[in-house]
């Protein structure tokens, strides 16, 4: 899948569209989920264009992965959430719904969150 450099998150790297910004550096940017499932609700995004974890993975270079990773655990930490926990999620496609073709990983925390994967969708 071609990246869409009009998708959502292109915009609000580009400064385009505001974000809720709670931390950047050179390798990523994290901000508040429009529409929190969790009392937390962070998205840690890529600053390079990447559709998801199937290119990010195959052609991200090793200073992007490892600069992308770090930043998905510094923000998890500023958000105090080394110690009561939190959990990652990365949509790829289309059986799992990911709605936004820019790589994010969601960090969900703030409440416990029993059982592991959602049960099968109506569509
Ligand atoms: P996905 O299903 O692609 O993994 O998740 C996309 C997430 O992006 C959803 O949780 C949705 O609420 C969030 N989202 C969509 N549009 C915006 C937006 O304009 N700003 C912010 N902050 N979050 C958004």
Redesign the pocket.
Known sequence: MAYDDQN??AK?LRGE?P??KVYEDEYALA???????APV?V?VIPKGSYVSMADFSATGSPDEIAGYFRAIGIVARQLGLDEPGYRL???HGRD??????HL?F?IFGGRSMKGMVPKPAES
């Open positions: 959502i998150f609000i569209i974000c809720n901000f508040h989920d429009i529409a929190p499932q609700h998205l999620i990365a949509n799992a719904h990911q709605e936004v073709p994010h969601h």
